[in-house]
């Protein structure tokens, strides 16, 4: 009889779970924070490089970070660094924010070119951590 019943939902993520990705997430935005007052760059007369250059570095650390926690990995390693630390380093409400202050300062040239620069910059930088992380754990299995 109890092969009929439909399985019971999920209570949610273990607290364990919610706590890895709350640390992570600390630690990632600290590190975002730090990155924007080490390269500052005024909102209204430069291009958002340092926004642009974290996206990209988190989202190839990202690409790295899903290839080697699928080869092998704590269970808790994923949501601590990937949706944790790599989701709070990275930043999609600073990235609209550069795009809203070089609109407004009247720069929609660069605005347009930091959305696009961005999106590029983050795809390509997932392919080269998935790519750069599958060649350097396949040079590991070979036998020496």
Do not use: Q
């Not at 430069?46 to 974290?54: H, R």
């Not at 899903?66 to 808790?76: A, C, D, F, K, S």
């Amino acid at each position: 009889m109890d092969k009929l019943r439909p399985p019971r939902p999920s209570a949610g993520p273990a607290p364990t779970v919610v706590l890895a990705v709350a640390l992570g997430g600390g630690l990632g935005a600290t590190a975002r924070y730090g990155a924007t007052r080490l390269w500052e760059v005024p909102a209204e007369s430069g291009f958002p490089w340092t926004i642009l250059a974290v996206n990209a570095l988190g989202c190839a650390l990202i690409g790295a970070l899903m290839v080697i926690t699928e080869e092998r990995g704590h269970p808790l390693a994923r949501p601590f660094l990937g949706t944790g630390v790599l989701g709070g380093f990275t930043t999609f409400s600073a990235y609209a924010e550069g795009i809203r202050a070089l609109t407004d300062a009247g720069r929609v040239g660069p605005a347009l070119g930091y959305l696009v620069a961005t999106l590029a910059a983050a795809m390509a930088a997932v392919w080269a951590g998935t790519a750069s992380a599958r060649a350097v754990l396949a040079r590991r299995r070979r036998p020496a």
